[in-house]
Structures are given as structure tokens and as C-alpha cells.
């Protein structure tokens, strides 16, 4: 098969750094407090070094890789008849969806991806939700555009 | 005409019985078991106020519910103190069902479900519990009127009884309903809910208390084995009751746009389901089904669930032998073709399959093994077991394409088998992980229907990609 032709934003990346951020500094109260009992009440300080190191590579994964990989795998794709979207690092997942199929488009934007002036597009089908996160804001929006043309539901097929 | 009319007074008598029916066991525990340590007064107050609380609450809900039906809609106005008011346009009913239990038919009225399209799923949309005979007929006139109306030529019939005899395209016979019973898993599941009942009663009995005593019932062994017996007799009556009841007098009729379905012992139920909404069609059967030769159809209908079933899947043949089945489906859905070669899933596909149980199963029962050492080891033979269920599932995967039809097949105790047609198919995916991809093997998935997704794992690389070009 063809390699879908589109890539999202390179600023993905960052945002996505930042929330990997946000959530490992969440993890590390969580690592050390189970470091400060196993510390404290059990004689187990090579646990303790087990749980820095695994938190260390948990951290370098998540924040510095991570990201990076994901990028460089999402793509996608915008035909007359249909829409194509590829993504995921350990899985990789190719989506084809119909654009009879499309119900509506949803253009997303939390105030981190705004900051970046990115924003998401969610397209919804009578069974399933797809996102494209992080296009440019103004990709996104011509996509948003764009999909609800070609979009015109067949209401005899749900 | 369009005056707003109030369901039919069985209604508050009706849901008055369900909340106590809802209540009976939390009442029965607060006044029977209490008695001993709580005074007299406790054992009247209680039910009393209860009564007196649902007699209310019936009452109340059922004076403020009103329906009108003009031409274009149907208009619910409920709620006691929050008002809320729902108009539901006729055009856009997609499926109506009409039951008559045991309330419905002291007062000789139907009640009837309402499903629309829509993302949301499971819950009926509008739910007339006590109407005449004569206003449902009316309600589905104006259905069928709408739908005319509209281009589509959608037309939802209503029929008590159907004017052609010979329209009937499949029945249960009575025998089959006992079969159905005892072949569905039905007994595990009555299992399941009695023991389900037995650990609601936890707070409520001290089972350190009766763990004691039940030492000098139980004394040996045989004791034990034979009160299982009993318990799984008692389940598999229950399952057979309800069955029964739920599946007796099952008749399919085949009309020119739609399917009726009609069934039910006490409990008449009758659906009517448009062929234009059906996504596709499911074939199950498990483990002694397949030894039987027989298998139960499911159709997916984009509508939710009438029959109060699973989401959006609707019960079409609930025992069958597969032969009949798949004449079954041709006279209702023509478009689709069932006996067909399924493609088989590549040779390198086996070891996956095979291994992927063992993954599974292999730390906790090592775990066990261990901890029950020696005896324990031969646990490990399950392994064996696991990793032959895996062969048998890795036999019975694959997929067929015959035209603009498609047809996955998976499972392990239960085979489903899938059909949908091309238009039907909301979105397909093909996946691999990076073992996959290094043994040149996706996973193939489709989704027809919100939360109803149909996959097969380990197919070959280039037979995925023509199924997934085959789409485009």
C-alpha cells in the first residue's frame, strides 16, 4: 500500500512533551512516596534504585521518545470518497473511513494546542470517533471544511 | 384530534408493582430479619411508608405524563417536578416494538418502545407503557404515512396478526425451546445470578456463622457434591423457565420491507424491524451448538435494541439448525449469501494463536503450580488445554469477501460470524504490532455499529491490504 501522503504539525511534538511532562511530575509524587515507605519501614534500598531507574527510563521515554516516534508515525489522508488515517508507534493502525459514512466534523482546541495555535479535528461516523490531533489551526480548520463538503451522509445506509 | 392524552391508568398500578418489585428485597431484609431486636411498630412503619411512598409516586408520574400524536410527531410531556417535553418526528422512528404483559393485558392495552436513530444506543426513546390497540395501529399509520411521504419508501407495517399465513420464515418449535435452554449457556448464567444474589446477601447473613454450621451440614464430601447438584438443577430449571417464557411462540415473519418478530409466553412481545436498518447479520455458535449442528442468528439493526437484548442486535433465530438457518436468511435478506469458503489465516498465524492463551494463563497458574507444589505441577497441563484451544481458534478464524458482502470469523468457545455489506461498514482498520509486522500479519477490524466492532487477528499482510483496497 501507498504511504498516506499528509503529516500532522511539528509542534505536536512540544505539546505533547509538555502533557508527557505534566503527567510524569504526577507519577514522580507517586514513585516517591512507595520510595519513601519501602525506605523507611522496609530494609529495601535496592528497590528504591529499581523504582529511580525505572522512573528514569519511564521519564525518557515518555517525554524525550515518545512524542518524537508518534509524530513521525501519524499521517493521514483526505479523498473525495474517503479519508485515511495512520498512526502508532508499537501498534500501527490504518483507518479508512468512507466520507458517505461521516456524520460531522468537531474542531477542538484546548489552551495548550492554542498556545501553539494547533487544533484538533474529530470526525464522528454513526459508529466510531477519529481524531486527528494537532494540524495547524488553519489546516484544521480548511480540513473541518473540507470533510464536511465531500461529507454528504447517505441517510439510507444510517 | 391532537389532544394530549394520559397513558391508561394500569400504568400506576404497573409501576407501582415494579418499584416493589425493586424494593422487596431490601424491605424483606429490613422487617424479616430485623424482627428480632426492632419493635413492632418498626415492622408496619416500614412497609407502610413504602407503600404509601410508590402509591405516590405511581400516581404522580402517571398524571404528568401526557402523549399527543398530530401528524408529524409524537409529543411526550413527563416528569413531576423537572418537566421535560420530547418530540420525536414520525420520519424518523426506525423500529417500534409492542409487548403485552401482565398489567397490559388485565386492561387490555399494549405498550409500545419507540427507537430513532441516533449515536446513542441501548435506551428506547420513548416508551408508551399503557396505550389502546388502536392507538398503536394509529401511531405506526403515521409512521408508514411519513415515510411515504419522504422519498424513502420505507414503510413500517404493524400487523397483530399477519394476513398471510404463509409469510412465516421461521418458528421456533416447542422442543427447541428446551434445547435453546440447555445449549446457550443460559445455566451458567443462572449460576452466575444466583451467586451474584448470594453475595448481595453478604451484609445481611454472617457467613463466618454460617460457614460453622454449614461444616456439621456439609460433612464429607458427597454432602457437598450432591448440594451442588441440587443448586445446578434449581439453575438450570430457572434457565429453562426463563427461556421459556422469553422465547415461546417465536415467529419470524417475512414481509416485503420489514421483519416482524413476534414471541413470548406470558409476555407477548412484537417487534417490527425495517430491512433498510439491518447493518448486517451475526452467526454464533458455541461449543455444543457446533456439535449439534446448530447455531443462533443475530441481526444488527441500526435502531438500538428492541428486544432489550444486547446493543443494536436483535434476536432473529435463536436455535437453528445452520442448513435451515441459511435458508432462513436468504428468504429475509436476500442480498446476502451465507455458505461460502472462508480464507483461511496463514500457516505462520498458528504459533501466535497457539501461544497467545499461554501468555495469558502462564504466570498465574505457574504461581499456583509453585505454591502447590508437588500436586500443584499438574497444572501445567492446562497449558496444553489452553494452547489446543488456541489451535482450534486459529482454524476457525478467517474472512470472505464474495462481491459487495464481507465476512469475518472469529472466536474460541463461541464462533461469531460476521456479515455486513460494503455500505454498511462505518469504518475498517488494519493494525499490526511489531511482532506482527515482522511475521508479515495485521489484524483486520471493521465497525458497523457503535460499540459492535468485528475483528480477525493474524491475517496474511497482502490478503488485509486487498480486503482494505476492496473498501476503497
Known amino acids: 500500500m501507498v504511504q498516506l501522503s499528509k503529516r500532522i504539525s511539528e509542534r505536536a511534538v512540544s505539546v505533547w512533551r509538555i502533557h508527557a511532562f505534566i503527567r510524569l511530575a504526577i507519577f514522580f509524587l507517586g514513585y516517591s512516596l512507595i520510595s519513601f515507605f519501602l525506605w523507611r519501614f522496609g530494609d529495601l534500598k535496592w528497590l528504591v534504585l529499581l523504582l529511580a531507574v525505572l522512573y528514569l527510563i519511564h521519564f525518557s521515554l515518555s517525554v524525550v521518545f515518545w512524542p518524537r516516534w508518534r509524530w513521525q508515525r501519524w499521517r493521514y489522508d483526505i479523498r473525495e470518497k474517503e479519508m485515511e488515517v495512520e498512526c502508532g508507534v508499537w501498534t500501527r493502525r490504518r483507518t479508512l473511513i468512507p466520507m458517505s459514512r461521516v456524520q460531522h466534523v468537531d474542531f477542538r482546541q484546548g489552551p495548550l494546542l492554542k498556545k501553539y495555535q494547533l487544533a484538533s479535528v474529530v470526525i464522528f461516523t454513526a459508529a466510531t470517533v477519529h481524531e486527528i490531533p494537532a494540524l495547524d489551526e488553519q489546516e484544521a480548520e480548511q480540513l473541518c471544511h473540507i470533510i464536511s463538503t465531500f461529507a454528504k451522509v447517505d441517510d439510507r445506509d444510517v | 384530534m391532537f389532544e394530549k392524552k394520559r397513558l391508561h391508568p394500569i400504568t400506576i398500578v404497573s409501576s407501582i408493582a415494579k418499584q416493589w418489585r425493586d424494593l422487596l428485597l431490601p424491605l424483606f431484609m429490613a422487617v424479616v430479619l430485623k424482627a428480632r431486636d426492632v419493635s413492632m411498630i418498626w415492622n408496619i412503619a416500614v412497609p407502610a411508608v413504602a407503600l404509601f411512598y410508590t402509591t405516590l409516586a405511581g400516581f404522580f408520574t402517571w398524571l404528568r405524563f401526557t402523549y399527543q400524536i398530530d401528524d408529524e410527531e409524537l409529543r411526550i410531556e413527563h416528569g413531576v417536578f423537572v418537566r421535560q417535553k420530547r418530540s420525536i418526528p414520525f420520519e424518523r422512528i426506525q423500529g417500534i416494538s409492542l ?262 494463563l502462564a504466570i498465574p497458574l505457574g504461581a499456583v503450580a509453585y505454591f502447590f507444589r508437588p500436586w500443584g505441577i499438574g497444572l501445567l497441563l492446562l497449558l496444553v488445554v489452553a494452547s489446543y484451544l488456541g489451535y482450534k481458534s486459529y482454524q476457525m478464524a478467517g474472512w470472505a469477501i464474495s462481491g459487495e458482502q464481507l465476512a469475518l470469523r472469529n472466536g474460541m468457545f463461541r464462533i461469531e460470524t460476521m456479515y455486513t455489506r460494503k455500505h454498511r461498514i462505518q469504518s475498517m482498520a488494519l493494525s499490526a504490532t511489531w511482532f506482527q509486522k515482522r511475521k508479515r500479519l495485521r489484524t483486520l477490524s471493521v465497525a458497523v455499529m457503535p460499540r459492535m466492532f468485528f475483528k480477525v487477528t493474524d491475517v496474511d499482510e497482502n490478503e488485509a491490504e486487498a480486503v482494505y483496497t476492496w473498501m476503497q
Open chain 2, 99 to 360: 409487548s403485552i404483559g401482565f398489567f397490559q393485558r388485565l386492561a387490555g392495552v399494549v405498550q409500545v418502545r419507540i427507537e430513532t436513530a441516533g449515536n446513542e444506543l441501548g435506551k428506547a426513546e420513548a416508551v408508551l407503557t399503557a396505550v389502546t390497540k388502536e392507538e398503536a395501529e394509529q401511531i405506526a399509520q403515521h409512521i408508514r404515512r411519513a415515510k411515504e411521504k419522504g422519498d424513502s419508501a420505507e414503510a413500517l407495517p404493524l400487523a397483530y396478526r399477519s394476513t398471510h399465513p404463509d409469510d412465516i420464515a421461521f418458528s421456533l418449535r416447542f422442543r427447541d425451546v428446551f434445547l435453546l435452554s440447555a445449549t446457550s449457556g443460559g445455566v451458567f448464567g443462572a449460576l452466575a445470578a444466583i451467586s451474584a444474589f448470594l453475595s448481595q446477601l453478604d451484609d445481611v447473613i454472617s457467613y463466618d456463622v454460617l460457614y460453622r454450621d454449614m461444616q456439621g451440614v456439609i460433612r464429607n464430601t458427597l454432602d457437598g457434591a450432591l448440594a451442588l447438584v441440587v443448586l445446578f438443577l434449581v439453575a438450570y430449571a430457572l434457565s429453562v423457565g426463563r427461556h421459556l417464557l422469553r422465547y415461546a411462540f417465536f415467529t419470524v415473519r417475512n414481509q416485503k420491507e420489514t421483519i416482524i418478530i413476534s414471541r413470548g409466553l406470558f409476555e407477548k412481545q412484537l417487534l417490527t424491524v425495517s430491512k433498510k436498518r439491518v447493518q448486517g447479520i451475526i452467526m454464533k455458535e458455541n461449543v455444543i451448538q457446533r456439535l449439534l449442528g446448530c447455531v443462533s442468528v443475530h441481526i444488527i439493526h441500526a435502531g438500538g435494541s428492541l428486544d432489550g437484548g444486547e446493543n443494536g442486535s436483535i434476536v432473529l433465530c435463536p436455535f437453528v439448525k445452520k442448513e435451515r438457518a441459511v435458508s432462513v436468511i436468504a428468504a429475509c435478506f436476500p442480498e446476502y449469501c451465507i455458505p461460502q469458503q472462508f480464507q483461511p489465516l496463514p500457516h505462520r498465524a498458528r504459533v501466535r494463536y497457539m501461544l497467545r492463551p499461554v501468555y495469558v
